[in-house]
Nanobody, 124 residues
Framework: QVQLVESGGGLVQAGGSLRLSCAASGRTFSRYAMGWFRQAPGKEREVVASINWSGARIYYADSVKGRFTISRDNAKNAVYLQMNNLKPEDTAVYYC?????????????????WGQGTQVTVSS
């Protein structure tokens, strides 16, 4: 069973930046697509960004394109989400997730495991 631990959330003013990190253990990390999801109060959880096992295929939700960057370091079993020009509507709990199967291009809507989540709050 894989364990995912997020860090890097916090409170930031609109226009500011945060970098989220996710450390993975318990599985051959480099074989799996990874993703970041978020859930705002009263809303469904949505995928924000996904990166495939090699880092060659990346997906972003339209709402974050041009502002967020997902990356991974397979040597460190880590995935990151750099968030720039943050907006109040980015306020949510952000979750790291791992794909349920190896060598896929997308983390999928039903990931194999989730992290515990990290709160991101953007003030106006």
């Amino acid at each position: 069973q894989v364990q995912l631990v997020e860090s890097g959330g916090g409170l930031v003013q609109a226009g500011g930046s945060l970098r989220l990190s996710c450390a993975a253990s318990g599985r051959t990390f480099s074989r799996y697509a990874m993703g970041w999801f978020r859930q705002a109060p009263g809303k469904e959880r949505e995928v924000v960004a996904s990166i495939n096992w090699s880092g060659a295929r990346i997906y972003y939700a339209d709402s974050v394109k041009g502002r967020f960057t997902i990356s991974r370091d397979n040597a460190k079993n880590a995935v990151y989400l750099q968030m720039n020009n943050l907006k109040p509507e980015d306020t949510a709990v952000y979750y790291c997730a791992i794909a349920p199967s190896q060598y896929t291009d997308f983390v999928g809507t039903a990931p194999g495991s989730w992290g515990q989540g990290t709160q991101v709050t953007v003030s106006s």
